[in-house]
């Protein structure tokens, strides 16, 4: 096993466990009235996520000399935002999932209005987090607005929701390089770039260092994305906690189908390299995000 796998395996548990305990500080199990909606919450929110964006927003940080209670809340309330999309992608109405994060998807278990529900509750929540004067009391206020209009832009119609828009709309049609991009970019990439320029707002980065991040941040979404697509097809479902084959049965556009696999594969390795490049200028302290760029490309699950 070489090096910098035993070196990203443990800062992704440690890293990890940190997201996990803060989320449960934030979102506790014995919660406000009424409890369903928080259990229906934490049903999803707890049931297996790599916590990749909180994990990204904090090495972010740490590239850059930030501090992890400045950067918690904003890591997990990225989290909470990606929870809720993963639970409204898998309704009825949009993918139909039956299973997510290797366990029944929320609507299985609570019924579409209660799964709706926590979605739009895991959204609003987040905000509030984003926004919590006890949670955020170490940032300024002038930083707590730039990251809240980073994340919302990112997550919403001219971001992740666009993306997922111009997606179902392309379902089973013949599709296009340019909408391809658009739609992994709006759906993947920017909740993926959002993670790593609110790290490095947090950490106070300059225009260079955020301009470095982003570049990262644009290389490794794209490089996560294709990487999904490949293991859509040749992933084992047990290790992914989700079903494979989805993608060709409702004829998406992905990468794989558009530019064939081995074209995909040099395309992931292009996108992981391109990142390391954007980050080159930062020293030891990006070392993490060096491991995560490698691990997106070799990760099973
Ligand atoms: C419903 C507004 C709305 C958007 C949905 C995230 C998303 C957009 C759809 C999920 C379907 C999908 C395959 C999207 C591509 C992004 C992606 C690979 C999501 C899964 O993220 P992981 O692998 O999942 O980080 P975990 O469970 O580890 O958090």
């Known amino acids: 096993m070489s090096s910098h796998t035993d070196d990203i395996r443990q800062y992704l548990k440690a890293r990890k466990e940190l997201v996990d305990s803060a989320l449960n500080r934030y979102l506790p199990a014995d919660g406000p009235y009424p409890p369903e909606i928080y259990t229906a919450m934490r049903y999803s929110l707890f049931a297996g996520g790599k916590r990749l964006r909180p994990i990204l927003c904090i090495a972010s940080a740490e590239a850059l000399g930030g501090l992890m209670e400045d950067v918690l809340p904003a890591a997990c309330a990225l989290e909470m935002i990606h929870t809720y999309s993963l639970i409204h992608d898998d309704l009825p109405a949009m993918d139909n999932d039956d299973i997510r994060r290797g366990v029944p998807t929320n609507h299985k278990i609570f019924g579409e209005a209660v799964a709706v529900l926590a979605g739009d509750a895991l959204l609003t929540d987040a905000f509030r987090l984003l926004t919590d004067p006890v949670a955020i009391r170490s940032v300024e206020a002038a930083r707590v607005v730039r990251i809240v209009h980073e994340i919302a832009t990112a997550a919403g119609a001219g971001g992740m929701v666009g993306g997922q828009v111009v997606d179902i709309l392309s379902e089973g049609r013949p599709s296009d390089y340019d909408t391809l991009l658009y739609i992994h970019s709006g759906k993947t990439g920017r909740m993926i770039l959002a993670s790593l320029r609110t790290g490095a707002i947090l950490a106070d980065g300059g225009e260079e260092e955020m301009e470095a991040l982003s570049e990262y941040g644009r290389h490794i979404g794209?490089?996560?994305?294709?990487?999904?697509?490949?293991?859509?097809?040749?992933?084992?479902?047990?290790?992914?906690?989700?079903?494979?084959?989805?993608?060709?049965?409702?004829r998406k556009v992905t990468f794989p189908a558009l530019i064939g696999l081995e074209e995909s594969r040099t395309m992931a390795r292009q996108s992981m390299e391109a990142a390391l490049e954007g980050i080159a200028g930062l020293d030891g302290r990006a070392d993490p995000l060096r491991w995560i760029a490698h691990y997106i490309l070799e990760r099973k699950s």
Do not use: C, H, M
């Open 222 to 250: 794209l490089a996560f994305q294709i990487s999904d697509d490949i293991l859509n097809i040749e992933g084992d479902p047990s290790l992914l906690g989700k079903v494979t084959g989805s993608d060709a049965a409702r």
